[in-house]
């Protein structure tokens, strides 16, 4: 039976649709929001965001009549709806997921931490914060009986889905990836793509997160990381391809590609945006044969390819598997990717880092152990961070290098994290069923 189906015989079974909480309003909780509205079985109970009239307006555009801002319970028991101005009220309500659409490491750290303990579920259109703290997430997740996840939409859970069908059908993982529309600029800023942004009807520091590169660094550190992948070098290949040529670049150099080496995540520029990719690999002489009469090529390297990713239109569809099927979508078992902070301009000491897609910092994927060894500063704990010493353009941040706000949720978090990993053997895959105590 499809979710939609399902979703409806829920609703008839216990008197209700799935209640879902959203934090953030902005584009992509716009877009979530009218998707939930189509959907059988699904209500959009709560909205929290800063600007509440931002909710507000998601929800009467998206046909919601009965919209308050309080006694929030009550509304949302009577199947009404609520905007509330900070997310963790969100923790409080009566609701069963929380999606997280702020786009801010810390704010879903927040959210999915204390949602978790209120016995939520915690969706994630946040990626900058799953490639921080997804693991100690996941791992409290598993033990309390929730579901923590990644969203459906965006390219880590698409590609994943690739990816377990190309291993389902017996193929090994040459790599996996995304094509990115334009060429990485890292010095791209809100101020340098603000014509743009307004053109595109877009937050500037989200585009200028897009366009130095961090976005897509982001997303296949959290695909690494779900799938026990690994990164191929720091900042990853990306090379030019078309769809055609997929099969041919991301192939070893020994046999004419990119790759030093196989089971990797890695991106390409051209016209494979806005698809995902899955270059499975079998040399079997009776499967190539097949593959060939298939019109797969002749191999032993095969591209499986998906055209598109939906964003927040496929979103809900997370909602659904968290709660009929009680798995993820996509969620770290390993923590073999890093995204780690570069210098977007010369640092001087005392100059203040602000974050993702900002004028100070961009992000580069790289080998956790590695990130580990060189004590570099992931992407998502520098927001307000303090320079302690001049650090050149293009040079990764260290520990020396900056003063970390050591108070908030997600660096608490984070240092969870780190023990966690510490205690594991350093080439062991990192299972995310870790007990928090270790």
């Known amino acids: 039976m499809s979710y939609v189906g399902r979703l409806r015989e829920r609703e008839q079974q216990i008197g209700r649709p799935v209640r879902v909480g959203l934090v953030g309003a902005g584009q992509m909780g716009r877009g979530f929001v009218a998707q939930v509205s189509r959907i059988s079985g699904m209500h959009l109970s709560a909205v929290a965001d800063v600007q509440p009239q931002l909710g507000f307006d998601a929800l009467r555009s998206a046909g919601y009549e009965k919209v308050a801002s309080g006694p929030a319970a009550q509304v949302v028991e009577s199947g009404g709806s609520v905007v509330v101005s900070d997310a963790l009220e969100l923790v409080d309500l009566p609701i069963d997921i929380i999606v997280d659409a702020s786009g801010v490491p810390e704010v879903g750290a927040s959210v999915a931490f204390n949602g978790l303990l209120a016995g939520k579920d915690i969706a994630l259109l946040n990626v900058e914060c799953d490639v921080t703290v997804g693991f ?59 014509v743009q942004a307004a053109a595109k009807h877009m937050n500037p520091k989200m585009l200028a997160s897009f366009v130095d590169g961090s976005k897509t660094m982001i997303e296949m550190a959290a695909l690494a990381n779900a799938t026990g992948l690994s990164v191929p070098r720091r900042g990853m290949t990306g090379p030019h391809s078309t769809v055609e040529g997929l099969a041919d670049t991301f192939r070893p150099k020994s046999e004419g590609g990119v790759l030093d080496r196989t089971g990797v995540v890695d991106y390409c520029t051209g016209p494979v945006a806005p698809g995902v990719f899955v270059i499975g690999y079998c040399p079997d002489e009776v499967v190539t044969a097949e593959m060939e009469y298939l019109s797969m090529g002749k191999g032993p390297y095969y591209a499986f390819y998906r055209p598109y990713h939906l964003a927040s239109v496929e979103a809900p569809l997370t909602v659904a598997e968290a709660m009929l099927d009680r798995t993820p979508s996509l969620a770290p078992t390993t923590w073999t990717a890093e995204v780690v902070a570069v210098a977007k301009r010369d640092l001087a000491a005392g100059d203040r880092i602000d974050g993702i897609g900002g004028e100070t910092v961009y992000g580069i994927t790289d080998d956790a152990a590695v990130a580990a060894a060189e004590e570099l500063v992931p992407l998502g704990l520098v927001a307000g961070a303090r320079v302690l010493r001049p650090v050149a353009q293009g040079t990764p941040l260290t520990t020396q290098d900056v003063e970390l706000d050591d108070t908030t949720t997600i660096a608490h978090l984070r240092k969870l994290q780190d023990k966690l990993l510490a205690a594991r053997p350093a080439a062991a895959q990192w299972p995310a069923t870790a007990a928090l105590s270790a």
């Not at 997740?141 to 923590?148: D, E, F, I, K, L």
């Not at 529309?181 to 793509?193: E, F, G, I, M």
């Open 136 to 194: 100690v997430l996941s791992n409290l997740a598993q033990q309390m009986g929730r579901v923590y996840t990644v969203c459906r939409g965006d390219e880590p859970a698409e590609c994943k889905a690739l990816i377990d069908y190309v291993r389902d059908v017996g193929f090994e993982i040459a790599c996996a990836g995304k094509g990115k529309n334009n060429p990485l600029d890292p010095t791209a800023t809100p101020d340098s793509v603000a």
